[in-house]
């Protein structure tokens, strides 16, 4: 089978596609043929060895893939050969077969594609455990979400409409935001940390914002916070700027405020039976409708290194896809 390795760390430009061995099942496994994979910017600094979980050389990254199950280890039940399933993985499913444990595997139903179903699991997954499981977000609330456009921002921006909430959507050009409002946000800001506090109180009609989805950080993070409302609550999800912020905890005193850490890759361990009702859930409204995960691009495996490279400069908008 074809690989997408990384056999040193580094850049796109330093992996390599090789041929390896298929996999077998083992006990409690099942061997997927991967159709479609998705990338997350998480990708990029795994193979660079600047992500918290740091795989031995070589390896293959991608968290998440659909395919279909090619054969069933002992004692494996509830899957059957020949159906089609998503695939959450710490690494390793950017390659043509993958062998995992079957309670890393989700049934897709038919009414939904494998492009939708791949990259559905890690990025709306998270924003639906932010969202749900650690705000608790109510419909008619305000939601502001940072980093509107990049792939959880997005993912937030969707699930928050669909889950009644009035979004802000906050990017740093007008073109990022154009696809935030198709995608539901009611109102939309280009950030500035000097005036962002000011915009979002503004556009509550003095209020203030109740949840805060922030996936960005460094110097975004404190005027965000600063314009949260009564009880209102702060989701540290990510720190794509890079600098970790430091927040004012007296405005943490007086106004009552929440600040939620979402883990979403341990939540999924510690709690697999939330994880599991919130991917039904997911691809429910897909199936529906709904919900529909906006695709940047689908590449083949050979152009990788164009494909995480939009990922390394920000430029993508929505999923980016490998075929296999």
């Avoid at 395919?67 to 998503?86: F, H, K, M, N, Y």
């Avoid at 946000?185 to 989805?213: N, Q």
Wanted: charged share 20%; net charge neutral.
């Amino acid at each position: 089978m074809k690989a997408l390795l990384c056999t040193r760390l580094g850049g796109p430009e330093d992996l390599s596609v090789a041929t390896l061995p298929d996999p077998v099942a083992g006990p409690g496994e099942a061997v997927v043929r991967i159709r479609v994979a998705a990338l997350n910017f998480f990708d990029t600094l795994i193979i660079a060895g600047r992500y918290q979980v740091r795989p031995d050389l070589p390896f293959s990254p991608g968290g998440e893939a659909c395919g279909v199950v090619e054969a069933v280890g002992p004692g494996t039940e509830g899957l059957r050969v020949g159906e089609r399933v998503i695939v959450h993985a710490p690494y390793g499913t950017c390659r043509e077969r993958v062998a995992v444990p079957a309670r890393r595997l989700t049934p897709v139903p038919d009414a939904v594609s494998d492009e939708q179903a791949a990259g559905l699991t890690i990025t709306y997954g998270t924003s639906l455990h932010a969202l749900r499981n650690r705000a608790n977000i109510r419909a008619g609330e305000w939601l502001a979400v940072l980093g509107a456009s990049g792939g959880v921002g997005l993912a937030a921006v969707e699930l928050g409409a669909l889950l009644g909430a009035r979004v802000i959507a906050c990017a740093s050009s007008e073109e990022k935001l154009a696809v935030a409002r198709d995608h539901g946000a009611e109102a939309s800001v280009v950030y500035d940390p000097k005036t962002l506090r000011d915009d979002l109180k503004r556009m509550t009609g003095g209020a203030g914002i109740d949840v805060v989805y922030d996936a960005v950080g460094g110097d975004f993070s404190e005027p965000a916070f600063r314009a949260l409302g009564w009880r209102g609550r702060f989701l540290v999800v990510g720190f794509a700027a890079g600098d970790i912020p430091r927040l004012p905890l007296n405005i943490m005193l007086l106004k009552e405020l929440d600040v939620s850490g979402v883990h979403w890759g341990v939540f999924t361990e510690r709690e697999p039976e939330a994880h599991r009702a919130n991917q039904r859930q997911l691809l429910d409204w897909v199936a529906e409708g709904r919900l529909t995960a906006r695709v940047h691009g689908t590449y083949p495996l050979a152009d990788y290194a164009a494909a995480l490279g939009l990922l390394s400069r920000r430029a993508a908008v929505g999923k980016v896809l490998l075929r296999l």
